[in-house]
Each structure stands twice: as structure tokens, then as C-alpha cells.
């Protein structure tokens, strides 16, 4: 960075040297953008002598005034083949009023500190006559207001050479300076870091950024915020560099109109974003409280210290999520006339766009929001229940407004719309559960028509009181489904309290009874089956029919 600063410089000198050459003062003296201010003009009175001066004789040097000469110039042009305007060789009177402006005046004399006071000046007009003796001393008296014009001009250079490089040394030992503070802070920026925050940071559980991260985040906040103050450097610097030279003081002037501005752009904006900032601190004010209060009842409402008439207890946090969504979107919309740009194009633009997809791509997704509000009031299940919908069964492990998952008995998770779930039945083996009314679970058989009824309905029952998660109060019992063609269908009938675990007290269930009817000696009929006694073994298994 010192490298290419350095270049810079040296660029910048060259520069300024060149804008400093005998051509690039003259430019910018007659350039019209540079045209010095009004001065009030003079009268100047000047002898021409009657004496002829010798060639070798050099006249002793004037003290000039600079801004009398340049006025002069202006005023009465050399001219190639001049006319004598005083033949008798009288005193020239060249009367330059100072109330009214002429038409030569338009471009006047740089404002210079004069070098003397009330000066004989030999005028053009009288430097160019036809007397050779009067010309060779005009040619002398010439000599000697060029000598001392160019004099002037020399100390005028040097001193702003000399400002421009105070500036360049200062600019330059704080941007060193400069370097070497945010080289300090990096290093303690580290150094805290591995001391006060090893982990990194965390807010609650959730890590946000390790060590190492944090590191970075912050160091390259430090950076931006180096190369910031050091374009600011350099813009003060260039400006008042800038500002020494007659040739470049227009630039000068430009970058501060450019920064002027700008800082008043920032002003008038933050001074008009005043009351906007109020309006918004009030609207933040009152949502962020009116939320706390919302918390305090659904705490109370959870806790059981209030309550309300009809309103169940599963409803009291799906309604405090609800409540806070809107209350939060709500105050959003409220914010948004306030921020800075909302009535601009690009900002209503980008609005109307995000609308669009909003209502082209959530047509399915605010479908599945409003069945899931309409499923958290209608309450036909909550977490944990063991559920039956769209021919899925197992238990209830999520719900949100967009989607209800299903974990079945074969440990599968099953992700369900919520409106596929608000337009199918849903059955909830739980409910009666929790009720303690149990649920009553119920498998059929076939038995044949030889075979006493009575004699089925005690093995049934029998069965049922073998397996375990099955109440023997309220007691098991058996319907007599139908009567079938060659065989009579019986259903048993158990309670339980544990539907969770329904699979498993089926395959139990199924066990008992084919244990209670094979040591019965009676055969289980399926409804296609028939028997033909035509001296064929009963069907049942071999141990069983050896004995009957």
C-alpha cells in the first residue's frame, strides 16, 4: 500500500510541476474560468524624457506593481505598428475609472500583493513612438517589468510548491499512522477473541460463530473500516492540494462542492427521517409489549391459574403462535410507510414482484395453512396420539400449519399435507384411552355349525384374558357376526388402554385363541372353506387329531 502511495506522489508532483510551467500559469491567466476579481482601477501619470538613453545603460530596477501592469495590458493592447498618440511628447494621461466598467475590463488583473506603492509606469502607448531614443528606453523600462513580473511569480510558485508538500507529509505520516493503529487493533481483536470468547459465540445452544469465524467477521469489519478512513485521507488531501495552484484550484473546489454535497444530502435526509423514526420506536414500542402481555396469559393459562370458559388447553399455544404472527406482521406493515424509499419506483416494484410469486406459488401452501389452523381448533388429535389417516396408522410426531407427520409401527415417518388431512377421516384410537373408557380391539373367527356356540364364546373369552394389555374390567366379550353358509363368524371383543401397542396385543390375541381351539379339539374355518365328511382326518394339527 506505502508502494503504490508512493507512485501516487510522485504522479501528483509531476503534475503539479507541469501545471506550474511558464505555459500553464499563462493558460490559466487567460483561461476565463480563472478571471481574478474586480479591483477598483487607477489613474497613472508617466513622463517620457527627452534624453537619449545609451544601449549600455541599464536603468535601476523598478519596484512594479503587478496588478497595475496586467490592468494596463488589458486596457491598451501592444500593437504591432502603433500610432503616436502625443507628438509633442507630453505627459500621456491614462484615466481609468473606477465606478463604471468598460468593455475592456472584462477580464481583469489577478488579485496580487502589490510590491509598491504609487509607481511611474511607462504606458504601451508611449512605449511604441517614433523618437528611436524614446523606443530604446521603452525597450529597457520592458526588460525590467519582465524581470520583476517573472520574479513574483518565482516566490508565488515556490510557497505553493511548498504548501503542497507540507500537505503531502502530513497526509502521508497519517495514513502511516493510520496503518499501524488498525495493525494494533487487529492484533488485540485476536488476542481478546482467544481469551474471552475460546468457543466462540453462542446465543442460548445455538452456536452463531466459532473462534476462528468470529476472527474473520471482525477483522474484515476492520478493514472495510480502514480502507473508509483512508479514501477519506486522501479526498482531504487531494482537495487541499488541489486548492494551492491556480490551475487546479477549480478541481479543489469541485470535490468540495462533490463532498458538501453529500454531506448535506445525509443531513437533510437524517433531519427529515426524525419524525419517520419516532412513528417507528412507538409502533416497535407498543407491539413488544402488547407480545409480553400475550405471553404473561398463555403462562397463566398453561399453569392453570386462569382460566377460560371453553377455551381447551390445547389450544392455548397454537393460538399464542397465531396471535404473534399477525401482531408481528401487522406492525411490519405499519413500519414499512415510515423506511426511507418506500414511495420510490424500485421499491414498489420489488413489492409487486415478490406479490406475484407470493399468489402464483402459495396457492397450495395457504390451502395447507388454513387446514392447519382449522385442524388446531377442530382438535381431533395432538402429539402422541396413535392415529389412522389416509389408510396410514401409528403415532402423531408433528403438527404445524403446513404438514402433520405420522410415525408408524415400522418406525416410518410419513409426512401428510395438512389438507389431505383435513379433507380424509381420522380415526384416534387414543381418545377413549385417555378417557379411561379403553379402547376395545376385536378380531373375528369361523367356527362350523357342529360346534356349541357356547362352547366358542369360553374359549374366546379365555383367549383374551391370557393376553396381557387387555382389561379383564370392563370384561371381554363375543357377538355372533353372521351365519354363514357352512360356518358361523364370532368376534371377540377386549378393552384396553394401551393402543400404542395394538399390533402387538393382536399377534398375542391371535396366539391364545388358536392354542384354546387346537387343544379343543375344534376346527377354525375360514369363510371359503368347506368340509366334506367323506373319512378324511379333521383339520387340525397332527399332535391334536392323533388324540380326537
Not at 105 to 126: A, F, G, M, R, Y
Not at 367 to 386: E, H, Q, S, W
Not at 509 to 526: C, R, T, V
Amino acid at each position: 500500500m506505502m508502494q503504490l502511495a508512493f507512485r501516487f506522489f510522485l504522479f501528483l508532483s509531476l503534475f503539479l510541476f507541469l501545471s506550474l510551467s511558464p505555459a500553464s500559469l499563462s493558460w490559466a491567466q487567460q483561461s476565463p474560468k480563472n478571471k481574478p476579481a474586480e479591483t477598483p482601477t487607477q489613474t497613472v501619470t508617466m513622463e517620457a524624457t527627452e534624453e537619449k538613453a545609451s544601449p549600455d545603460e541599464t536603468p535601476a530596477p523598478l519596484n512594479i506593481q503587478p496588478n497595475v501592469i496586467w490592468q494596463m495590458l488589458q486596457e491598451n493592447p501592444l500593437e504591432e505598428n502603433p500610432k503616436p498618440t502625443n507628438k509633442n511628447d507630453q505627459p500621456v494621461q491614462i484615466s481609468l475609472p473606477s465606478d463604471s466598467p468598460t468593455p475592456q475590463q472584462k477580464t481583469e488583473p489577478p488579485s496580487l500583493p502589490p510590491l509598491s506603492d504609487n509607481i511611474p509606469v511607462t504606458t504601451p502607448t508611449s512605449l511604441h513612438t517614433e523618437d528611436p531614443a524614446t523606443s530604446q528606453s521603452s525597450e529597457a523600462m520592458v526588460k525590467i517589468l519582465d524581470q520583476e513580473i517573472y520574479q513574483f511569480l518565482t516566490h508565488f510558485k515556490l510557497t505553493e510548491i511548498f504548501l503542497a508538500l507540507l500537505a503531502t507529509v502530513v497526509f502521508i505520516f497519517l495514513l502511516h499512522k493510520l496503518n499501524r493503529l488498525f495493525t494494533l487493533l487487529q492484533k488485540m481483536l485476536q488476542s481478546r477473541i482467544a481469551t474471552y470468547l475460546p468457543d466462540g459465540f453462542q446465543f442460548k445452544t445455538i452456536l452463531l460463530f466459532s473462534s476462528s469465524q468470529l476472527g474473520q467477521v471482525l477483522g474484515t469489519f476492520l478493514k472495510g473500516l480502514h480502507l473508509l478512513i483512508g479514501l477519506f485521507l486522501f479526498y482531504w488531501y487531494a482537495t487541499l492540494a488541489f486548492s494551492f495552484f491556480p490551475a487546479t484550484r477549480n478541481i479543489a473546489q469541485v470535490l468540495v462542492h462533490y463532498i458538501a454535497q453529500v454531506l448535506e444530502f445525509i443531513f437533510m435526509s437524517g433531519v427529515s427521517f426524525i419524525p419517520n423514526v419516532l412513528s417507528i420506536i412507538i409502533i416497535v414500542l407498543v407491539s413488544h409489549y402488547l407480545l409480553k402481555f400475550i405471553h404473561f396469559l398463555t403462562i397463566q393459562l398453561v399453569a392453570e391459574r386462569l382460566k377460560i370458559q371453553g377455551f381447551h388447553q390445547e389450544w392455548i399455544i397454537p393460538t399464542f403462535k397465531i396471535l404473534r404472527f399477525f401482531i408481528i406482521v401487522f406492525a411490519l406493515i405499519m413500519i414499512f410507510p415510515y423506511l426511507p424509499g418506500f414511495d420510490s419506483p424500485a421499491f414498489k416494484a420489488v413489492g409487486l414482484f415478490l406479490g406475484v410469486l407470493f399468489s402464483l406459488g402459495s396457492s397450495s401452501a395457504i390451502a395447507n395453512t388454513v387446514a392447519g389452523v382449522v385442524l388446531v381448533y377442530m382438535r381431533p388429535f395432538k402429539i402422541g396420539d396413535y392415529v389412522k389417516i389416509h389408510q396410514i396408522q401409528g403415532h402423531i410426531s408433528e403438527t404445524s400449519l403446513l404438514v402433520t407427520r405420522i410415525r408408524t409401527p415400522k418406525n416410518e415417518e410419513i409426512t401428510i399435507p395438512n389438507a389431505t388431512v383435513l379433507s380424509d377421516s381420522i380415526t384416534n384410537f387414543s381418545t377413549a384411552a385417555r378417557k379411561k373408557q379403553g379402547l376395545i380391539l376385536h378380531t373375528q373367527v369361523t367356527i362350523g355349525y357342529d360346534v356349541d356356540w357356547r362352547q366358542v364364546h369360553q374359549l374366546l373369552i379365555n383367549a383374551a384374558n391370557k393376553t396381557d394389555n387387555l382389561l379383564e374390567t370392563p370384561a371381554p366379550f363375543v357377538l355372533q357376526k353372521s351365519l354363514d353358509d357352512y360356518s358361523v363368524c364370532y368376534e371377540i371383543n377386549a378393552y384396553t388402554n394401551s393402543p400404542s401397542t395394538m399390533s402387538v396385543i393382536y399377534s398375542e390375541l391371535h396366539k391364545h385363541i388358536l392354542d384354546a381351539f387346537n387343544q379343543a379339539g375344534i376346527e377354525i374355518l375360514s369363510p371359503l372353506y368347506a368340509s366334506l365328511r367323506d373319512g378324511n382326518k379333521l383339520t387340525l394339527p397332527p399332535v391334536v387329531a392323533d388324540k380326537v
